[in-house]
């Protein structure tokens, strides 16, 4: 269901910029005598162009449909989609000059004009069918997280279910009235929670289920699609069994390739600048230029992590940084706004300690307190890296239940992990490295 709908957008997103571009042409031209044939020489150069404004919408959370808020918030988005991918649009157009005979600089604008009002139109579209056309469900369990399931239901209904029922005492009485009440109300999914499939009294209940034509689905399962985080507190050990998998070869060797290619392009790219930023550190504070700092990484193996310091030497204080934290330097603050400080990270890179994309390592005094948490050593089978899954999802933990949280997410990229949602992160990073501030 949830590729269905991201596929329905991305047809929809489809057809609203050959929509506009066609629109463009008539308004330009007024001519549709000629309409074909200026569509006919403007379809190529364009479609180059609508790779990058597809690009814009995915990374500012477009297909993420749950995430959708309403109507003004969507016209927000859609707005900083055309200024972004406009602006991207006329660069290429003046880096590939010879492949945009047309130069069809002066179409942009109208045509940026129409995608805003036409994909404004097409998403609260989308927002009425999502909502229209939903899954209905029957819950079973009951949990803080299976609340905040049920909760987040209510008060999502684009997010594309129906709560039919929520059965939170779970008994036989319970499970004998279930097949009844999917007959009834027509219910087309049934969630179970974890420990329901480990009970066989219970079990044969929902085994009855199966002639009626209902899904199910575990809960783990469930709270993953619709979160994009594993529910850690209502999993055990056999899920991780089922689900984990550490050794993946060939998404390793092309992971390395990736690593090394890009790290060496950044370093050629920011050597300059990192010399500007050492002349800047050695001239504003007293202290050495590079930190280090040891952190836990692979197999739980310590390794030096380095970056540009950005507190003043021999700083002591709270673990975590803190809101206006007198530690960080002036000339500090800029580095860790732009995140320029984490470019030393480029040498843990090249020496293979971290990926690009991974759980992010942490301290090794954080760490010890971090053992607390439930599976947290399962980070640990796979390389960390400079930005991960939580990073791009989630705010930096400042709390031992936001780094609890996010481990969930952490715990979340080592199942899926793929080339594909390693480029996804990478983008995604890129991007809020670039519209942070705005």
Known sequence: MNTV???????????????????????????????????????????????????????????????????????????????????????????????????????LLLFSVLFLLLAQFWRTVALYLFAS????????????????????????????????????????????????????????????????????????????????????????????????????????????????????????IAKRIFDIGIAIICVLVFFIPSLLITFFIAVTSKGPIIYSQKRIGKNGIAFTLYKFRTMTHNAEGALWTETNDTRITSFGKILRASHLDELPQLINILNNTISFVGPRPERTELSLQYTQFPYYDIRHVVKPGLTGWAQVLYKPSASLEEAYEKLCYDVYYIKNRSFLLDVVIFLKTIKYLFTASL
């Open 5 to 107: 709908k991201k596929t329905i957008l991305l047809l929809g997103d489809i057809a609203v910029l050959y929509g506009a571009l066609a629109i463009t042409l008539i308004l330009r031209y007024w001519d549709t005598t000629q309409l074909s044939e200026r569509l006919a020489a403007h379809i190529g150069p364009f479609s180059a162009l609508f790779s990058i404004w597809l690009l814009v919408l995915y990374l500012h959370d477009l297909y993420r449909y749950r995430s959708f808020r309403d109507t003004f918030w969507l016209f927000k988005k859609i707005a900083r989609v055309s200024a972004i991918s406009i602006s991207l649009s006329i660069i290429v157009l003046y880096l590939f000059p010879s492949f945009f005979e047309l130069t069809p600089k002066t179409n």
């Open 133 to 252: 056309g939903k899954t209905r469900v029957v819950i079973l369990g009951n949990s803080p997280l299976i609340n905040e399931t049920a909760a987040y239901l209510k008060k999502n209904p684009h997010a594309g279910y129906e709560l039919v029922e929520w059965m939170d005492a779970i008994n036989t009485t319970a499970l004998q009235k279930l097949a009844t009440l999917v007959q009834s109300s027509h219910v087309h999914l049934v969630v179970i929670p974890q420990h329901l499939t480990k009970d066989l009294s219970m079990l044969r209940f929902i085994y009855q289920l199966l002639p009626l034509e209902v899904s199910l689905m575990r809960f783990s399962e469930f709270y993953e699609i619709n979160f994009e985080k594993e529910p850690l507190r209502e999993l055990d050990e056999g899920w991780f069994v089922e689900n984990i998998s550490t050794r993946r070869p060939f998404f390793d």
